[in-house]
């Protein structure tokens, strides 16, 4: 679905933080970003899965 | 323009570990692309996926060694998966292994056959597959798709590789499909 947001929300919410993302991983080297990333993504497999678990219990 | 790019010492997780072994696999039957989300993935922008998103330009009639090479480790839920592929139809192939996807179609439009003509050989530890050029993928992402998701990732990547980036090369994209390049830039 394409964004409902404009202007400063749209910066603000969308634009702003990926970029300052981007500009921190740009001051680490590969070995740096690309852990703190594999990192996030593992939480995010781990989360997925405790969130199916709770639906089951429910 | 940007033509390669090296990664090392690169922390792989499970996704670009299927990635890199359905790249293997489809290159050899074909020139091939990975689009979209992805892409800003692969680069550091940690979100959550479930497709990657390949496009490849002809198998050339080798559809069903194709077929046969993938099926150890993928599957699909048509039923003539050789005469799908000839039509070029759209597919979803399913990793066995996880609840990762490919969304895999045929080349069939111009930006298409430009992301395959002027891809990118990346290399990640010493593992090679070919992504989209980065200035197509900005401007794609915000005029074609459009979602919070996509104006994300296009942010991520505009500043992950603005100073790589060919801003010409970016204009006449942007031009081409109508994308708004303010909306990142600011």
New interface residues.
């Given amino acids: 679905?394409?964004?409902t947001?404009k202007g400063k929300e749209?910066?603000y919410?969308?634009?702003?933080?990926?970029?300052e993302?981007?500009?921190r991983?740009?001051m680490l080297?590969?070995?740096e970003?690309?852990?703190?990333?594999?990192n996030?993504?593992?939480d995010?497999e781990k989360m997925?899965k405790r969130r199916i678990s709770i639906l089951i219990k429910e | 323009m940007i033509k390669s790019i090296v990664?090392?010492?690169?922390?792989?997780?499970n996704?670009d570990k299927m990635v890199i072994e359905f790249s293997s696999i489809l290159g050899k039957y074909s020139d091939y692309v990975i689009v979209s989300g992805y892409l800003a993935?692969v680069?550091?922008?940690?979100?959550?996926t479930l497709d990657v998103d390949f496009i490849y330009k002809d198998m050339k009639g080798k559809e069903e060694e194709f077929s046969k090479e993938i099926k150890k480790n993928f599957y699909w839920s048509e039923k003539d998966i050789e005469k799908a592929l000839k039509k070029g139809e759209r597919m979803s192939i399913f990793h066995r292994k996880s609840?990762w996807y490919i969304d895999l179609k045929k080349a069939s439009s111009i930006f298409d056959e430009i992301s395959i003509k002027d891809r990118i050989k990346l290399l990640l530890n010493d593992k090679e597959i070919f992504v989209s050029p980065i200035e197509l993928q900005i401007c794609y992402k915000i005029s074609q798709?459009?979602?919070?998701k996509?104006?994300?990732?296009a942010?991520?990547?505009?500043?992950?590789f603005k100073e790589k980036i060919d801003k010409k090369k970016l204009k006449e994209y942007a031009r081409m499909m109508g994308a708004d390049l303010s909306?990142?830039e600011?």
């Fill in positions: 679905m394409r964004t947001k749209l910066y919410e969308l634009v702003k933080p990926m970029k993302l981007a500009k991983n740009k080297s590969t070995k970003w690309s852990k703190l990333r594999a996030t993504i593992k995010i997925k | 990664l090392n010492d690169y922390e792989l997780t996704l993935i680069f550091g922008n940690a979100r959550e609840d798709l459009g979602s919070d996509d104006i994300k990732d942010s991520y990547l505009y500043e992950f909306v990142i600011g």
